[in-house]
């Protein structure tokens, strides 16, 4: 795994399968993200029915080649919004998150996919998978808000 950018070393074996989310520890709470990168993407919601579109828009500061955050550690000085994922606020987030993401997968007691870094072993997989957002963006800055709705997409691997 020399070329995953999420530290997955020395990790209990299948944690993710005897750990409820509340009880692991950082590191296996961010070893759980696959990096495929479709909760940085702008999305539109219906206000009266609270649906949710997925766009190819992606956050300003979202790199589609390497499929990461350019600045994750330091993101909310530019992006301030970003959302912290925990596992006490997971819930409130499910509505507007991808189908594939491995929070959300396991809060609802689904287990991850074979491409999933933690079971591949790879986190070349999500991309070779077709899962994931690299080279399928187009960055916020180029596209007016306006101009959202002509780059809603059906959210990859679904
Ligand atoms: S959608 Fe989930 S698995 Fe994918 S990059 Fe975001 S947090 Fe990670
Ligand atoms: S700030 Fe970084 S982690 Fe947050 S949405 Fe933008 S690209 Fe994704």
Known sequence: MNNDPIDRSGLRPRFWETTPLNRMTQKEWEALCDGCGKCCLNKLE???TSEVALTRVA???????????AQY???????????????QNLELHL??????CAYKRLHKGQPLYDWHPLISGTPDTVHEAGVSM???TVP???????????????EPGT
């Open 95 to 100: 509505y507007w998150m991808p189908e594939t």
């Open 46 to 48: 219906d206000e009266d």
């Open 59 to 69: 956050c300003r500061l979202f790199d589609d080649t390497t499929c990461r955050c």
């Open 140 to 154: 916020e800055f180029e596209v007016s808000d306006d101009d959202w709705e002509d780059h809603v997409i059906e």
């Open 134 to 136: 690299q080279n399928r």
């Open 73 to 87: 550690p330091i993101r909310h000085q530019f992006v301030p919004e970003c959302i912290s994922l925990t596992a």
